[in-house]
């Protein structure tokens, strides 16, 4: 099946202007922003500017450019966050919840960037 996206989602409202959001990176392909509800010190979220539903959707038809773009959008946040290791940061955690059971809310492609505090382990045990 398709991707359908939805374009009133609350992310492509956000890059419409719709709703405003707090910045932290403007690129040609890319914004990302402080999560509206923080789970650590720092999460951000990175998101592309075209319409893509979830990280396989991008990562199958995004250009390269776009991917590109991205990619060094999120080493650049971890630089400014302090978060990645090569800036003496302590490390972090990259998230894309997708679909039903990865239990994602807004369907627009993003990136979670954790960081700044201990995480613990990846998925609860169940
Ligand atoms: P997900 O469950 O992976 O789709 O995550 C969606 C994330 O978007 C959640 O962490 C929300 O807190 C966040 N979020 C929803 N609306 C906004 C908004 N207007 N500005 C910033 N973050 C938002």
Known sequence: MPYAYD????????LRGEIPNDTV???EHTLAFNDIQPQAPV????????PYVCYDHFAAEASEAEIVDFVRATAEICRMTGVGPGDGGDGYRVVAN???NGVQDVPHFHLH???GRLLG????KT
């Not at 374009?7 to 956000?14: E, L, T």
């Not at 999460?43 to 075209?50: A, E, F």
């Open 7 to 14: 374009d009133q989602n609350i992310f492509a409202r956000i």
């Open 43 to 50: 999460h951000v979220l990175v998101i592309p500017r075209g």
């Open 25 to 27: 990176l403007e690129t």
């Open 121 to 124: 382990p990846m998925l609860p």
């Open 113 to 115: 960037i954790l960081g």
């Open 98 to 100: 997708t679909g039903k």
